[in-house]
C-alpha cells in the first residue's frame, strides 16, 4: 500500500530557532499533501495544502510566513517552521493523496507525524 | 457550530461489550465520511469509510444518516486492543481534505 515517510519524528528546539519537517512519500506521486496540526486532546487540524510546483493554500489563521512550505517534488513536500515558539509545540502530520483513484479514505495516507517541542 | 462534531468521551467499557459512537457534521455537502482510529502519540489510520447504505467490517459497523447529517460507528464484542480514540472524519465540500472531529476516547479493560 501506499507508504508515506515523515521526519523527523521529534525533535527539540530553541526558541527562535527554525525547525525543517519533511514528508514523502515512498511508493507512489503526490501532487497533493496536506499539512496537519494536532495540540494536546485536540483534533487534527488542518494547516496547508501543499500542490506540487505551485504555492501552498494556507487555512484561515495559518501564517504562511511562519510556516514556510515547499512541494518541489511528486515525492517529496517540506514544512518549515520559522523563528519557532513554545507555542508551536504540537504534533505536525503530513498526509498524501494518491495521485490516482477517487478521493475515498485508502487515498489518504498519513506520516507517522512529528513531536516538536520548543524550549 | 463545529465543522464535526462528537463525544469526547471517554467510553470505559469491559471486554466483550458492545459500544456505539457518534459523530454529527455541519457541512451537508460533504460527500466522503471515514472513521479513523488513533492511538496515543500516533498518527491516525484508517478504520473504515462509511456508506449510505451502512457497511460492517467484523466486529465494527458504520452508519450514515445524511438527513440528519449524523455518522455512526458499533463495535462488538470489544477487545483489549480496541482502546485508541475514534475520529470521525468528514472530507470537505472540494474533497480536497479531511475535517477531523476531536475523537472518541475507549478504553476496554479486563
Known amino acids: 500500500g501506499a507508504v508515506v515517510s515523515q521526519h523527523p519524528s521529534r525533535v527539540i528546539c530553541k526558541s527562535g530557532t527554525s525547525v525543517k519537517i519533511e514528508c514523502r512519500s515512498l511508493?507512489?506521486?503526490?501532487?497533493?499533501m496536506f499539512w496537519y496540526r494536532q495540540f494536546p486532546k485536540q483534533s487534527l487540524m488542518l494547516m496547508a495544502t501543499s500542490n506540487e510546483g505551485s504555492k501552498a493554500t494556507y487555512e484561515q489563521g495559518v501564517e504562511k510566513d511562519k510556516f514556510l512550505i515547499n512541494h518541489a517534488s511528486l515525492t517529496l513536500s517540506t514544512l518549515t517552521v520559522t523563528s519557532a515558539h513554545p507555542e508551536d509545540s504540537s504534533f505536525y502530520i503530513c498526509?498524501?493523496?494518491?495521485?490516482?483513484?477517487?478521493?475515498?479514505?485508502?487515498?489518504?495516507?498519513f506520516g507517522s507525524g512529528t513531536r516538536l517541542t520548543v524550549v | 457550530r463545529k465543522e464535526v462534531e462528537q463525544d469526547p468521551g471517554p467510553f470505559n467499557v469491559p471486554e466483550g461489550a458492545t459500544v456505539a459512537f457518534n459523530c454529527t457534521y455541519s457541512n451537508s455537502a460533504s460527500q466522503s465520511f471515514f472513521w479513523y482510529r488513533q492511538d496515543c502519540r500516533k498518527e491516525p489510520k484508517l478504520l473504515m469509510s462509511?456508506?449510505?447504505s451502512g457497511n460492517e467490517d467484523g466486529r465494527f459497523t458504520a452508519q450514515l444518516n445524511r438527513a440528519s447529517q449524523y455518522i455512526s460507528l458499533l463495535i462488538r464484542d470489544s477487545k483489549l486492543s480496541d482502546s485508541a480514540t475514534y475520529l470521525c472524519v468528514v472530507a470537505n465540500q472540494a474533497g480536497t481534505a479531511l475535517i477531523f472531529g476531536k475523537g472518541t476516547t475507549l478504553s476496554v479493560s479486563s
Open positions: 498526509s498524501a493523496r494518491a495521485q490516482t483513484g477517487p478521493s475515498t479514505g485508502y487515498g489518504y495516507t
Open positions: 511508493d507512489f506521486q503526490a501532487t497533493t
Open positions: 462509511v456508506y449510505s
